[in-house]
């Protein structure tokens, strides 16, 4: 139907209706939805458009203006050219969640004459009811947004202070039927998870601890989700996977919540969110201790994150770390005496394999300088020949402990080794049971049977 407001000036442009869902479940969930914002083109049609566009680029894209856009941008470039007569949109929230692309989309359609659109009516931003109209629409549909989040937030953050959040736990935990957190009941997740801890304990690296992972060739469980399941995975151990054990307070019997943040910054005179940015341990929202068994006390959780603050790679303050690979003896241990940093290690290229100790100091800024620097060798030679003189007197205990490790990871990795092929035996009897209660006359279940 034609209406008043819709002029042979308007006509004579192209339509444009702009088509949005917030997230990609809405996307594949509210269909009505969806097909109601599709509808909006044939409402142009009927009113005598007769060109009209559909942009639909924005579908799983949230209008809070945290995320880039690039259906509202080019719906907001193609209103500067002066090409579209009208904005059909099914309600202000689907054009703009936030005042600044509202009121600039308002702005241009005022300059270029276009009108906007909705079910309830037709607006023209040039009127001064309209305008006072649509900027109601614009500041209402955002505050709806702030309001829904805002007592989402609260609720959730009331259910964690209880400790009753549930969360994606990571690998050597699960969720009871009463909402609890228990130990996964299996034996080899246990078993890996209990190893990470013994060995940073013994290595003192979270580093070193990676490598002779990937040395004893351990796999470590990984967590899988696919909707509501839940799969336990083994793969090649990653530095990150150790780290992220080492760190979690959950082992420790610890419910935390809230150990990372977001952080607000200006792209392109736009805000972006971005998250994953961690808090210091008074800064979580939710800390309840003794919450559900652990791997190690929370004492031993505390010793473990100020050993891996102190292995911090170059850190100033000269607390204790644990040494690094390469030829060189001290590496990763030794400081500057002017700067306190830690000293860095060059090797020689070619057949001279010799090293030299060098603090870099604050050569990054123009004009400072370096601190001191030394060769490698004779350094190294003072340090053994003190360590030598200083373990002589008990080298047949320090050669019995010795034998007394090497035998004790040996076993380790016998163990490992011993779960892995208990559940492979397991796989290779669930898979040879499947096949043989498979119907001979279905070949396409057979072959996929055979395949696994």
């Known amino acids: 139907m034609m209406h008043a407001k819709i002029t042979a000036e308007h006509l004579a442009r192209s339509a444009v209706v702009y088509v949005r869902q917030s997230t990609m479940s809405q996307v594949l969930g509210n269909l009505e939805s969806q097909k109601r914002q599709y509808q909006m083109a044939e409402a142009a049609r009927d009113t005598g458009f007769a060109e009209v566009r559909v942009i639909d680029e924005d579908l799983g894209r949230s ?119 228990e130990i996964d009941p299996d034996e080899r997740v246990q078993q890996t998870i209990r190893l990470i801890f013994a060995k940073f304990r013994e290595l003192g690296s979270g580093r070193q601890v990676f490598l002779w992972l990937r040395t004893a060739d351990i796999h470590l469980p990984v967590v899988q989700r696919n909707g509501a399941l839940r799969k336990i995975t083994w793969r090649k151990p990653a530095y990150h996977s150790v780290m992220q054990v080492l760190h979690n307070p959950i082992y420790a019997g610890a419910y935390a919540f809230g150990r990372t943040g977001n952080r607000m910054e200006v792209v392109g005179g736009q805000a972006r969110k971005t998250s994953g940015h961690h808090r210091a341990i008074k800064d979580w929202s939710v800390l309840i201790k003794d919450s559900h068994e652990g791997y190690l006390d929370w004492g031993a959780y505390e010793e473990n994150r100020r050993m891996l603050e102190e292995n911090a790679h170059m850190q100033k303050r000269a607390a204790r770390k644990s040494g690094r690979g390469g030829q060189a003896l001290l590496a990763g241990m030794a400081r500057c005496a002017r700067c306190g940093r830690m000293m860095r290690v060059f090797y020689k290229t070619g057949t001279d394999l010799s090293h030299r100790y060098q603090c870099r100091g604050d050569d990054g800024h123009v004009g400072a300088g370096l601190c001191i620097g030394a060769g490698g060798g004779s350094i190294d030679a003072a340090v053994a020949s003190q360590l030598l003189e200083a373990v002589s007197g008990q080298a047949v205990q320090a050669a019995l402990l010795a034998g007394q490790q090497a035998a004790k990871a040996q076993e380790t990795v016998r163990l490992a080794v011993e779960k892995e092929l208990d559940e492979a035996r397991y796989a290779a009897d669930l898979a040879e049971r499947r096949y043989e209660l498979v119907d001979p006359a279905k070949r396409h279940v057979a072959r996929t049977l055979e395949a696994r």
């Open 63 to 181: 209008g809070s203006g945290q995320i880039a856009r690039p259906g509202f941008q080019r719906l907001v470039a193609e209103v500067c050219a002066g090409t579209v007569g009208a904005v059909y949109c099914i309600e202000a929230s689907r054009l703009a969640r936030n005042g600044r692309d509202w009121h600039h989309l308002i702005d241009l359609c005022a300059l270029t004459g276009a009108l906007v659109v909705d079910p309830e009516g037709v607006y023209d931003p040039c009127l001064m009811n309209d305008r006072l109209l649509l900027g109601l629409k614009g500041t209402m549909s955002e505050y709806e947004l702030s309001l829904l989040r805002q007592r989402g937030l609260a609720a959730r953050d009331a259910k964690a202070g209880r400790g009753e959040l549930r969360f994606t736990l990571p690998p050597g935990f699960c969720w009871s039927e009463d909402d609890r957190i």
